[in-house]
């Protein structure tokens, strides 16, 4: 029964600490909001500028699990390259260690329940309160009640110690030990999907006695090994190069944890040169245990990056060659598949609004492939042989694209929802707010793309063919909106600066007028006794192509207003 007492104990603390860490994360990244957009968009630098991002956001998040499923959807994108993720999930690595520099400095140095229970009550009443830094009290009420959880860690760990012998026996088993505790380490990651949680408890069983300090050190090793699962789960089903950016995190922990393993003790004893405050032999309740733990968990993930960075070309091409290119990947009848990982404990929304922002700019990059498409087939089919042939299978492919564009509308306007449903800052509603209706319009878009083919094709199959004057006089109009689809883009995820939308408005102006001289245009040619039906598919695709400029003039629009 005491086994069982103390087991029930520890696993209320270990719920509460994983509580108050979701709290004071949620409450971090509602005070960031949008802000973490700037962190990201560092990746496309250099592989030391990617590494500073990863760990710059991790560090704030406090989850290298949520930090490469990000990467993993970025690149699944088509927004970060295989080189530039790797990077990025090296800071990653180094990013999650602050978590443990946070419980060893804090929670084994002062008496925790002394200040855990004033920092709920402050941070609760922060909370409540209406003021504009309502969620620095989430942040302060997730710190109390985290290490409110860490206390009662801290007191229920000695009764593991004392009832369960077995786990010090196993603490003395030489190199099999750290076998054993590596194992141990990822199975406790895996089980509780944070890395930072399952250090901060094994933190807590070094202290209390009831594992080695050298076992412990290896226990940490299995959960670097472990906080890969969540960036594994997040690539099923993506694209290949997504695929590779998952292997190549499985790789850079898993062969970290290989040369590190055998090197244990070199490298404690590096650890316990670089850690000011020595260790005190047999000593149960030592503070300089967790530091020291700290600065391995650190020391190792510095040194892996520092060992594997130089090689990122070298650890792509390898990804590459484990994982082949699908040569049915960009098939038009594959079907679009969001992948969310809905986890209590990792959940973050902020960072799940940025992933649907990513989503959202590849739906542009569709919708502006459509016209493209239709544009080119426009253009050329006074030289086409076979016009018919070349109607029918645009209509077709647009088809595809077009039921592809609804099947992104569906899941992203979805996933949106469920961001929606969590607390969230004002900045970030009124971005889920915005999205939706750009998902809207570009859906619209597509829809229009596909109709205009469809004209297209019928006037084709009765002839209805357009001159070299018409073509000549449509070639300018069609390369504005083009232009004007690709500044939409681009700037997807971002504030319209003022530049950038009077840059907008005039390209909104300019497609207006050339809409006016092209009704103009079909107009004096039907005076002038021209096919009837010709002219007026004529003017019809001029009217549908100057209603994708105000599709993109809305979402410009939309762009350049700033959230409250």
Not at 54 to 60: E, L, N, P, S, V
Not at 75 to 92: C, D, P, W, Y
Not at 253 to 268: R, S
Not at 327 to 349: C, F, W
Request: with cysteine; aromatic share 6%.
């Amino acid at each position: 029964m005491a086994v069982i007492s103390t087991l029930l104990k520890i696993a209320g603390g270990l719920c509460l600490f994983l509580y108050g860490m979701k709290v004071m994360s949620d409450g971090i990244q509602r005070a960031a909001g949008d802000r973490l957009q700037r962190f990201l968009n560092f990746m496309t630098g250099n592989r030391y500028i990617a590494v500073l991002t990863g760990f710059a956001i991790t560090a704030i998040i406090q989850s290298s699990s949520a930090t490469t499923v990000m990467v993993v959807s970025l690149v699944n994108a088509g927004l970060l390259n295989l080189t530039q993720s790797i990077g990025v999930i090296m800071g990653a690595n180094i990013g999650t260690t602050v978590t443990a520099w946070i419980v060893s400095l804090i929670g084994f140095s002062l008496n925790l329940s002394q200040m855990a229970l004033p920092a709920v009550g402050i941070g609760f009443i922060c909370s409540i309160v209406k003021w504009k830094h309502q969620n620095i009290g989430d942040f302060i009420l997730g710190f109390g009640l985290l290490f409110m959880g860490l206390d009662f860690l801290t007191k229920s760990m000695p009764g593991v110690g004392g009832n369960i012998n077995i786990i010090t026996n196993l603490s003395n088993l030489g190199f099999l030990s750290y076998l054993i505790g590596m194992f141990a380490g990822l199975a406790m990651t895996l089980l509780i999907h944070s890395s930072s949680a399952a250090t901060a408890i094994m933190l807590t069983m070094a202290f209390n006695g009831v594992v080695s300090y050298e076992m412990a050190a290896s226990m940490i090793l299995g959960a670097n090994i472990g906080t890969t699962i969540d960036a594994a789960l997040a690539s099923i089903g993506t694209k290949t190069n997504a695929k590779r950016a998952a292997l190549v995190h499985i790789l850079f922990n898993v062969l970290g944890t290989c040369w590190a393993l055998p090197l244990l003790k070199p490298l404690l004893a590096l650890v316990n040169i670089v850690t000011p405050g020595s260790m005190t032999p047999g000593i149960i309740h030592d503070p300089m245990i967790p530091t020291h733990l700290a600065m391995l968990h650190t020391v190792f993930n510095v040194v892996n990056t520092v060992i594997f960075l130089p090689f990122v070309n070298h650890l792509a091409r390898l990804v590459t060659f484990m994982i082949k290119d699908n040569a049915d990947e960009d098939s038009e009848h594959k079907h679009y598949r969001l992948v969310y990982m809905s986890g209590k404990i990792q959940n973050t929304p902020e960072m799940n609004i940025m992933r649907a922002e990513n989503e959202i700019r590849v739906m542009a990059g569709l919708a502006l492939s459509m016209f493209a498409r239709f544009s080119g087939v426009l253009q050329s089919l006074l030289d086409t042989q076979d016009k018919v042939a070349a109607v029918n299978d645009l209509g077709a492919e647009l088809k595809k694209r077009e039921e592809y564009a609804d099947e992104m509308r569906d899941q992203i306007s979805a996933f949106l929802m469920e961001c929606a449903r969590e607390q969230l800052n004002r900045r970030s509603e009124h971005r889920i707010s915005r999205l939706l209706r750009v998902i809207t319009d570009l859906e619209d878009m597509t829809d229009d793309c596909c109709s205009m083919s469809y004209q297209l094709e019928n006037g084709v199959k009765k002839g209805q063919i357009f001159g070299k004057k018409e073509m000549d006089a449509l070639a300018p109009y069609l390369k504005l909106v083009e232009d004007f689809l690709k500044l939409v883009q681009e700037n997807l995820g971002r504030v319209l600066s003022e530049e950038t939308l009077q840059k907008a408005r005039k390209m909104e102006a300019s497609i207006n007028k050339d809409r006016n001289r092209l009704r103009r245009l079909g107009r004096k040619r039907l005076e002038s006794g021209k096919d009837v039906k010709t002219e007026l598919l004529f003017i019809e695709l001029v009217r549908r192509i100057e209603k994708l400029g105000d599709y993109c003039s809305a979402i410009a629009e939309m762009l350049a207003i700033r959230a409250g």
